[in-house]
């Protein structure tokens, strides 16, 4: 365990770059120019974290993490974009996340309290909330949001431009083409399929039974009654006039831009 406060004689800091009080910083990491990272942040040996980048208070950072790098993007031209990192993050071994590209908004965004697991890959100008749970080799293409709650499974990825709502769970293996909606469970089957509700994730999230029966009942009308997805989201309308979970299920689907996983 790095002391806090304590910066290895062997690391590389750019004199750009701005350290908070009580950041630890361990031996041969490389934090580059406009970087900066907030208080109480520990950063692990053999951390490379290029700029522009911010970074949140009391995040830990641990070996071989790559932060900051440029886009995977061919059109990329060297135009200014920069990652900015919330508060109270657990990025684990070998995960490498990317800056943002002019054209996609400039901004990688990760939020607060989210934990990111070895080997995890998060490409440019991707967007993820809060508490959301990365497990190991979980990816993203660029442009991907993350709603908040959200767990990813084991060698899970997301296609580029999907969106995945908020409290929806992605299986183990599961390849992610199209846009999830809140709270959905995604199972694998080659291209992953809506296989019910995350209602074990709602529970232990404080969910009570009521919630939890209006979330089944627009699981059911989206996806096991057989209507066309214009009937269905009439019937969800309905249902939202009761219901602020299925309200933000009906507004997931209205700000959707690609095909539905159904």
Known sequence: MIPAGSIHPTALIDPSAVIGANVSIGAYSVIGAE?????????????????????????????????????????????????????????????????????????????????VLAYVHVAHDCQVGNNVVFSNYAALAGHVEIGDWTILSGYSGVHQFCKVGAHAFIGMGCLVGHDVPPFVMMANEQQGRPRGINSEGLKRRGFDASRIAAIKRAYRT?????????????????????????????????????????
Request: net charge negative; no cysteine; proline share 3%.
């Open 35 to 115: 970087v900066e990272i907030g208080d109480g942040t520990v950063i692990g040996p053999h951390v490379v974290i290029e700029g522009p980048t911010r970074i949140g208070r009391d995040n830990r950072i641990t070996q071989f993490a790559s932060l900051g790098g440029a886009p995977q993007d061919k059109k990329f031209a060297g135009e200014r974009a920069e990652l900015v990192i919330g508060d109270r993050n657990l990025i684990r071994e070998f995960v490498t996340i990317n800056r943002g590209t002019g054209d996609g908004g400039g901004v990688t965004r990760i939020g607060n309290d989210n934990w």
């Open 222 to 262: 989206l996806y096991m009654a057989g209507m066309a997805l214009p009937e269905a989201r009439e019937k969800l309308a309905e249902q939202a006039r009761e219901s602020d979970d299925v309200r933000a299920m009906l507004e997931f689907l209205d700000h959707s831009e690609r095909a539905l996983a159904r």
